[in-house]
């Protein structure tokens, strides 16, 4: 499975936009790139997924490489209830339904 | 109706007690999954469901039993269970082929 790397941590000012980055350095040509989200206590939320093109949807924009190795998350005007652990995903082959593997996401502190 | 529903929400047991979570979804979704998450770390997968079998056990103790008796329902039976499978129990469905899981609010529970 392609892993991800994701800064631990990041701070965003509320109503600014929130770049999240994620890097999936060896992502195989036929592996999606999945965003969640999780606020505190709650279940994982789906936010967007792509292939090759930047997607966007109206929660957020996924912004991905030319090369796939990278991506980034927008949030344009984060707010307090943006606050979460942000989990970039790269899913694996077909086989086995959707399964998807957390790796350790971004906390993101959306603050006044 | 694009909710997971998972019950109780609260579970406190014993370690020589028999218990069950429940988990229901009403879209028709063909995939369903059990994962568990532990304070501060991400969710990690325990199985999957596809079409009603079981297609994935992420090598899981025999004390976590799973059934799926049919396409709406999940079920995760907890027999003997120890101290530390205290832990968030999350339920997820999905759809086969690229698309979202979506997850519970998760059945928190916690074995004395």
């Known amino acids: 499975d392609a892993k991800t790397t994701q800064p631990t941590s990041m701070d965003c000012a509320e109503g600014r936009a929130a770049n999240l980055p994620c890097n999936h350095s060896?992502?195989?040509?036929?592996?999606?790139v999945y965003w969640y989200r999780q606020i505190h206590s709650q279940g994982p939320q789906y936010i967007i997924h792509?292939?090759?093109n930047n997607e966007t949807n109206e929660m957020a924009s996924l912004i991905i490489t030319e090369d796939r190795k990278s991506s980034t998350l927008i949030l344009p005007h984060a707010t307090l209830r943006d606050t979460a652990v942000y989990y970039c995903?790269?899913?694996?082959?077909?086989?086995?339904?959707?399964?998807?593997?957390f790796g350790g996401g971004t906390r993101l502190m959306v603050k006044p | 109706d694009t909710e997971v529903t998972q019950t109780p929400k609260h579970l406190v047991m014993g370690m020589t007690n028999k218990k069950s979570l429940k988990c229901e979804q009403h879209?028709?979704?063909?995939?369903m999954y059990w994962y568990k998450q532990k304070a501060k770390k991400p969710p990690e997968l325990m199985f999957v469901?596809?079409?009603?079998?079981?297609?994935i056990n992420e090598s899981v103790p025999s004390r976590f039993s799973p059934e799926c008796p049919n396409s709406s329902l999940l079920n995760l039976h907890l027999h003997a269970l120890q101290p530390e499978d205290s832990a968030l129990y999350l339920c997820?469905?999905?759809?086969?082929?690229?698309?979202?899981?979506?997850f519970g609010e998760g059945s928190r529970l916690t074995v004395l």
């Open positions: 995903i790269v899913r694996p082959d077909l086989g086995a339904g959707n399964m998807l593997t």
């Open positions: 792509g292939l090759k």
């Open positions: 879209m028709g979704h063909r995939a």
């Open positions: 469901y596809s079409y009603e079998k079981l297609s």
């Open positions: 997820a469905s999905s759809q086969r082929g690229p698309g979202e899981l979506f």
């Open positions: 060896t992502i195989s040509g036929n592996e999606y």
